[in-house]
């Protein structure tokens, strides 16, 4: 099995900043993407960012191009999603998830909540 779990969401002001981080553990061998969705109040759960665990390729929602960034140490088994900019339209609940065998199998973590609020 694997296991995912999140960390580094809280409350911040519009324009500030946070870090997201999900390790995950157990069975990790054969991950080969990994990435961030979020579902905000009433809303369905949309994808953030995503990225490839071999390689470079990254890919991101229009609603953050430019303000977010996720990255990964696959030595750790960990994937970031460095956050700036923050609008109070990123609130919402943070998944990571990963996949195996092209998405035949899709594990996910509990969540973390960020709140963007002055």
């Known amino acids: 099995q694997v296991q995912l779990v999140e960390s580094g969401g809280g409350l911040v002001q519009p324009g500030g900043s946070l870090r997201l981080s999900c390790a995950a553990s157990g069975s990790v061998s054969g991950i080969n993407a990994m990435g961030w969705y979020r579902q905000a109040p009433g809303n369905e759960r949309e994808l953030v960012a995503t990225i490839i665990n071999s390689g470079y390729s990254t890919n991101y929602a229009d609603s ?11 030595a750790k088994n960990t ?6 900019s923050l609008k109070p339209e ?3 609940i943070y998944y990571c998830n990963a996949q195996k065998s092209f998405g035949h199998y899709v594990y996910w973590g ?5 709140t963007v609020s002055s």
Do not use: E, P, W
């Open 64 to 74: 953050v191009k430019g303000r977010f960034t996720i990255s990964r140490d696959n």
């Open 90 to 92: 990123d609130t919402a």
């Open 79 to 84: 994937v970031y999603l460095q956050m700036n």
């Open 110 to 114: 509990q969540g973390t909540q960020v």
